[in-house]
C-alpha cells in the first residue's frame, strides 16, 4: 500500500510539473515599466496592421517557445559559437517567424526602461495582442518570466508537434507539457488565422483519402503543384478558407466538413476522442475563444525561468 501511495504520488509531480506559475503576476511590471504593456500593444498592432498573417505567426511563435525548455524566450536566440538555434530545427526553420517583430518591440521598451522587461514576456503578451488585433479573445498575461541562456535544437526537433502527427501523438505531446486534449484542440483553433506551406498539406490534398472533402482538395491542389520545387513547396494556402483574416470558430467548422488542410488537423475530427470538442467549438464559438484564452494562459505557465533564473536580454537573439 505504501508503494502504491509513493508510486502515485511520483506520478502525480511528473504530470504536475511542466506546469508552473512559480513567481508570476500580472502586475509584475507595474512599478518597475508602468508603460511596458501598451509600449508592446502599439508595436503589435502596426504590426499586424501591416499584415495581419503576423497576428497568427506572433501566437505560434509563443507556442513554439513554451514547449521547448518552457516560455523563456529560447526560440529567438541566434546560432552562435556556443548555442545551436532552435529556428533551424526541421518544425521551425523556413517556417516560424515574427522575430522582427518581437525585436522592435523589444527594442521600444528598452527605450522606456532598460534592462527591466524580459523578451519571454515580451512574447507572451505579443501573442495576446495579436489575438485581440484580429478579433480573438484577450487575457491577463502573467509575467515576471526571464530570458534563458541556452536553446535546445534537439528539444525543438522532438518535443514540437509535426503536421505529420496523429492524434494520439498530439495528445501526447501536449500532455508531455502539462496541458490536456481539449487544450490541445483549443489552442489548434489558432489555425482559423494561419498559413501553411504547400509542402506540408501537398500529400494530403492529392491522396484521395476518405476523409478529405473532393471538392475541397480540387481548390486546394490548384494553389499547390503535385510537382516538388523550392517555389512549388513553399506557396501559402490558409489553413481556413472561409473567414482566413479573423479569428472565429470557422477552423473546427472546417474539420467536420472534412476540410482540415493539414493531416494534423484533420486528425481531431476523425472518429477519435476529440470529436466531441470539436463538435463543441463549431456550435458555440464563445466557449471555443473563452476555452482559448485560458489555455494560453496555462500554456504561458510552462517552466517559466524567474527571480534568479536567467536574465534579462537587452537583445532578444543573443545573450548579452
Known sequence: MAYRMITSFMVTLIVLCPISDAQLSSTFYDTTCPNALSTIRTSIRNAVSKE??????????????CFVQGCDASILLDESTTIESE???????NSVR????????????????????????????????????????SWTVK???????????????????????DLQTLISRFNNKGLTARDMVTLSGAHTIGQAQCFTFRGRIYNNASDI??????????????????????????????????????YFKNLIQKKGLLQSDQVLFSGGSTDSIVSEYSKNPTTFKSDFAAAMVKMGDIQPLTASAGIIRSICSAVN
Open 213 to 250: 472533402d473532393a471538392g475541397f482538395s480540387s481548390t486546394r491542389q490548384r494553389g499547390c503543384p503535385l510537382s516538388s520545387s523550392t517555389t512549388n513547396d513553399q506557396k501559402l494556402a490558409a489553413l481556413d478558407l472561409v473567414t482566413p483574416n479573423s479569428f472565429d470558430n470557422n
Open 52 to 65: 495581419r498573417r503576423m497576428a497568427a505567426s506572433l501566437i505560434r511563435l509563443h507556442f513554439h517557445d
Open 98 to 137: 515574427g522575430f522582427e517583430i518581437i525585436d522592435k518591440a523589444k527594442a521600444a521598451v528598452e527605450k522606456v526602461c532598460p534592462g527591466v522587461v524580459s523578451c519571454a514576456d515580451i512574447v507572451a503578451v505579443a501573442a495576446r495582442d495579436a489575438s485581440f488585433a484580429v478579433g480573438g479573445p
Open 143 to 165: 509575467l515576471g518570466r526571464r530570458d534563458s541562456t541556452t536553446a535546445s535544437k534537439s528539444s525543438a526537433n522532438t518535443d514540437l508537434p509535426l503536421f505529420t502527427d
Open 87 to 93: 529556428k533551424s530545427a526541421l518544425p521551425n526553420v
